[in-house]
């Protein structure tokens, strides 16, 4: 019986269910290589409870069961102490060779050697890093006990095949089907086995008992079979790593929406290259920031996957929800899950024609907007309370798609800034142009107020009070006086119309005195004035839109530089003429 449509059903609500319909997948293709359907290929839709696989060949039992070749998903791990136990000629990754050649890549990289002739890493080094040691024996358990089917692995795959052929999946039934063809082959191999935290972040070691009438701890079991298919999932749909500063470890599993297996692969192999350690919270975001961008560079070169983006449009509703994530604290013998939690794409992120694509993603003088959005994360330091903070309202910004979280961020960040640069410290700074991308994609009802000529004219007035005055404070020119604090005071008054119009009105009479008493004692170029007319389109706008979010969008975007035409957004570069 041939079929094209599986189903495999989400019974956890954790990355093992992912992990399950990503090794299942890898298997389909399997199957369809010895029927000799090449390209061949499966997409997996999420739908709520369960996951859809469909094979772009329909998969014929009948026509490779009698000339099986043995397949080996996942390979098993050598080491020196396991070396005498593998089987003779099963596939597997040489620990310690891959160890030396991780070594060769980092001395050359302390070395400075070019990118060109740097030692490449050995490939899936964090998975088996992360594997070896506590989860070795089980892992290399379920890889042996595949391998040795050998000639009955069709006996195997027609058993998964039936379990997946509808939902709810029967497990139970599956067991007991394995148990039978188990007896009368005498493989010895159980239904059960224990289910590795590494791939079921909530089933580790401990007590586990759906009824409470005894205390014991011991591991969860699970059946074989899909403990198997988690393994073979984790090497295409995950990364694990070492969080920067420690021995803890964070594992992310893509969430697809609607998603090829070879498309995933192709993004998963540019996304693994580009993540390296992070500290906790800066790891969610830049893992965001940068699968995103490896996803939209991959559509750049397929055209047919590009065809079928610019149809869905919406990257993260339609095509990658994000990662389904878990923490691992170590404790010295073994690890404990310490957090489970979802990290989403950027929503902003859609794809209408080919430029979209460069307008996101180019990396070019980093003028797209994701990479600029990661020089932004990079910078901060997450051990000192207040980049922690403002990581936290970055993390909420690009994962949650919560303008407010951007508008706190922003707000926090022109102390950030003002203060780092007055200690003579790097800071990279947001553009104009940056901001105004990432609120209108985020929210296009704004666009009116970042249109407004008056609201355009005040933020000017801000930035050159602030960001601008203290860069030539720094040149040694002390001609305007620097507005320390002006952020904050505009936040803090923004909660009431009459008093944040009172404040701004304050701050906007000074910014024009003294424009006029540097223009009698001094040559140019001058600043610009404001206008009456600013400050009627200021207050029109806080009737309209109320006076946090017009507050919170000055700071924004007065605190933002403007670039010269052609400048390198990399480096600052303030300007202050009289247009």
């Excluded at 009955?152 to 067991?175: E, H, K, W």
């Excluded at 909530?202 to 969860?220: P, R, T, V």
């Excluded at 203060?419 to 009116?448: K, S």
């Amino acid at each position: 019986m041939t079929r094209s449509i599986f189903y495999t059903d989400k019974s956890t609500r954790t990355f093992a269910d992912n992990l399950v319909a990503f090794g299942f997948a890898q298997l389909l293709r399997e199957l369809m290589a010895q029927q000799g359907d090449e390209p061949n290929d499966v997409v997996i839709n999420d739908c709520g409870v369960y996951f859809q696989l469909t094979t772009s060949h329909p998969i014929d039992p009948d026509s490779w069961a009698p000339a099986w070749t043995r397949i080996c998903p996942a390979k098993a791990i050598r080491t020196v102490k396991n070396a005498a136990t593998l089987p003779p000629g099963i596939e597997y990754r040489d620990y310690e060779a891959d160890r030396e050649k991780v070594s060769l890549h980092y001395a050359a990289r302390e070395k400075k050697v070019s990118r060109e002739d740097l030692p490449s890493l050995p490939p899936h080094w964090d998975v088996s890093r992360a594997i070896n040691p506590a989860a070795l024996p089980g892992y290399n358990s379920l890889v042996i006990d595949w391998w040795n089917l050998g000639v009955y692995q069709p006996l195997a795959v027609d058993l998964l095949l039936d379990l997946f052929s509808a939902t709810p999946n029967d497990l139970a039934g599956s067991a007991d089907a394995w148990k039978r063809l188990d007896s009368e082959h005498g493989w010895g191999i159980s239904a059960e086995t224990t289910c590795l935290q590494l791939y079921n972040p909530d089933q580790g070691k401990g007590q586990n008992k759906l009824k409470a009438d005894g205390l014991s701890i011991g591991n969860i079991k699970g059946f074989w079979l899909i403990e198997w298919l988690k393994a073979v999932g984790f090497y295409d749909a995950a990364i694990t790593r070492l969080v920067r500063g420690g021995k803890d470890r964070k594992t992310f599993v893509v969430s697809p929406r609607e998603l090829s297996h070879s498309v995933s692969k192709a993004v998963m192999i540019d996304f693994a290259n580009a993540m390296s350690s992070e500290t906790s919270t800066k790891f969610d975001v830049l893992a965001a920031i940068r699968y995103t961008g490896a996803l939209l560079s991959y559509v750049s070169r397929d055209d047919s996957f590009l065809a079928r983006l610019l149809e869905l449009r919406d990257v993260q509703k339609r095509v990658v929800a994000g990662f389904d994530t878990a923490f691992y604290k170590d404790l010295g013998n073994a690890v404990a899950t310490m957090n489970i939690s979802f990290v989403a794409l950027p929503g902003w992120v859609r794809v209408e024609s080919r430029d979209d694509i460069a307008l996101y993603a180019d990396r070019t003088d980093n003028r797209g907007l994701l990479p600029q959005l990661e020089l932004l994360t990079r910078q901060f330091d997450e051990s000192h309370s207040d980049a922690f903070t403002l990581l936290q309202h970055l993390r909420d910004f690009v994962s949650g798609d919560d303008l407010a979280a951007f508008l706190r961020f922003s707000t926090g960040f022109s102390a950030y800034y003002m203060g780092a640069r007055e200690r003579g410290q790097y800071a990279y700074q947001m553009t104009t142009e940056f901001v105004e991308r990432l609120i209108m994609g985020t929210d296009p009802r704004l666009t009116p107020i970042l249109e407004s000529e008056g609201f355009q004219n005040i933020a000017y007035a801000i930035r050159q009070s602030t960001v601008t005055a203290q860069y030539r404070k720094q040149q040694g020119d002390r001609k305007y006086d620097v507005r320390y604090g002006l952020g904050q005071e505009l936040a803090r008054k923004a909660i009431y119309p009459d008093s944040f119009i009172a404040t701004l009105s304050d701050f906007l009479h000074k910014y024009n005195a003294e424009n006029a008493q540097v223009m009698e004692n001094r040559a140019g170029p001058y600043r610009r004035s404001i206008k009456t007319t600013d400050i009627d389109d200021i207050v029109r706008l806080i009737d309209e839109y109320g006076s946090e979010t017009v507050a919170n969008l000055l700071i924004a975007y007065g605190y933002a530089r403007a670039p010269r035409e052609g400048g390198d957004p990399a480096e600052e570069a303030l300007q202050e003429e009289n247009e």
